[in-house]
């Protein structure tokens, strides 16, 4: 016999699977040349499309670690709600498919959010792809990418994942590179899906030459502590508790383990993170519960 508190869980997650449904299957109508990459204009399968993808994103419902989790976890207790279920393996391989499709998502999760002011946030946080107890014999998507890099807490082995979220947290844009990149050129292919603004970086950024590429390619104001003075300047506090929402964003990407993706492939790796972001931007826009 379930518990009140398992019962109100279950209908939690299924309040939440119709509401991530309905998006993305609303979205998949409104954009039906999205699909042209099947083979045949006729081919719709029986599982479509959408339950592919709400599958995956209720890993963040679920608050599970691995994609696999997710899937059994569906397929043990709300299998009834996807008729057609396949195999897990049939349903990675379909939703590793949907990769180009999935990131128009992370943006169109945003369709309900506030956006209006131009003021954005930069930063990066490490992907790593094993831990460091293992740095010395890993070399996992080494041939797509993985790399060292070292930030302010060590050295890791992966990639970076670099975001352009606006001031309220929403994620705009993101990118992912080998761990070895240098900051500043990701920071610049996120700044051209902008119209223009002021965006807030850390120490990370800077230099005239940067400042200014960033400022005649794309119409963005670069400020970083440098430009408020010293340490107990007003001026540097207020871009620090400003610049402590981009730190929030990653804390709450933590929570839904994407530092733990368990991919093999590069296609694998930056489609699990992309759904991890449009998770984020759902809670954010208030299309789900945080």
């Not at 993808?53 to 709300?78: F, H, M, P, W």
């Not at 998507?141 to 606006?166: I, P, Q, R, T």
């Not at 050129?185 to 960033?214: M, N």
Request: with cysteine; hydrophobic share 40%.
């Amino acid at each position: 016999m379930k518990s009140i508190t398992e019962e109100a869980r279950e209908v939690g997650v299924e309040h939440e699977m119709t509401v991530i449904y309905s998006f993305v299957d609303d979205f998949l109508k409104a954009h039906p040349t999205l699909a042209h990459w099947r083979r045949s204009n006729n081919n719709q399968p029986i599982f479509t499309d959408a339950e592919v993808i709400t599958i995956a994103l209720l890993q963040g419902s679920l608050k599970v670690a691995t994609l696999k989790d997710a899937y059994r976890r569906i397929a043990e207790n709300y299998r009834t709600a996807f008729a057609h279920l396949c195999s897990y393996g049939q349903w990675i391989a379909r939703l590793h498919q949907l990769t180009s499709l999935i990131g128009h998502l992370v943006r169109a999760a945003l369709h309900s959010a506030e956006l209006w002011d131009t003021l954005y946030l930069v930063d990066s946080k490490p992907i790593p792809m094993c831990k460091p107890v293992r740095h010395g014999r890993v070399r996992l998507l080494s041939d797509e990418g993985a790399a060292f890099g070292k930030n302010s807490v060590g050295w890791f082995y992966g990639f970076k994942l670099h975001l352009l979220v606006h001031y309220t947290g929403a994620i705009l844009t993101a990118i992912l590179t080998p761990g070895n990149w240098n900051d500043r050129d990701p920071g610049l292919a996120l700044a051209w899906s902008l119209g223009g603004g002021t965006v807030l970086a850390d120490l990370g950024y800077p230099g005239e030459e940067f400042e200014q590429t960033l400022l005649e390619e794309a119409d963005l104001l670069l400020i970083t502590p440098k430009h408020a003075g010293e340490k107990g300047d007003h001026r540097r506090t207020l871009i620090s508790s400003l610049r402590e929402r981009v730190e929030t964003t990653f804390s709450s990407l933590y929570n839904r383990f994407i530092d733990r993706v368990l991919s093999r492939s590069w296609d694998g790796l930056w489609n699990t993170v992309k759904l991890k972001l449009i998770h984020y931007n759902l809670c954010q826009s208030g299309t789900l519960s945080v």
